[in-house]
Nanobody, 122 residues
């Protein structure tokens, strides 16, 4: 059983910073891409930032220059450093990872964390 556990959300004032972490645990043979998504009330879930197994990153235009995604492959963990936060960054942030498991054969599967609330006050 694979789990993604997020931490680091909270309440912060506009202009402040937060760091999110997401650790994958369980029967993991390999992890491909990892990423962070967010969903604000009444809106669709959107990609915030992604990182490949080789460290190539991509960002939503709305967070470029303010957010930084990184990963520690030895710890099966992905991070999201969020700076210069704005009220419009308020959302539930979800971690996502493509993970290889094994059950009679190897397979890739997408996993999601439970979400962590980020609230930015003006």
């Amino acid at each position: 059983q694979v789990q993604l556990v997020e931490s680091g959300g909270g309440l912060v004032q506009a202009g402040g910073s937060l760091r999110l972490s997401c650790a994958a645990s369980g029967s993991i043979f390999s992890i491909n891409a990892m990423g962070w998504y967010r969903q604000a009330p009444g809106k669709q879930r959107e990609l915030v930032a992604g990182i490949s197994s080789g460290g190539v990153t991509n960002y939503a235009d709305s967070v470029k220059g303010r957010f930084t995604i990184s990963r520690d492959n030895a710890k099966n963990t992905v991070y999201l450093e969020m700076n210069s936060l704005k009220p419009e960054d308020t959302a539930v942030y979800y971690c996502n990872a493509e993970i290889m498991g094994y059950s009679a054969r190897y397979y890739w599967r997408d996993y999601w964390g439970q979400g962590t609330q980020v609230t930015v006050s003006s």
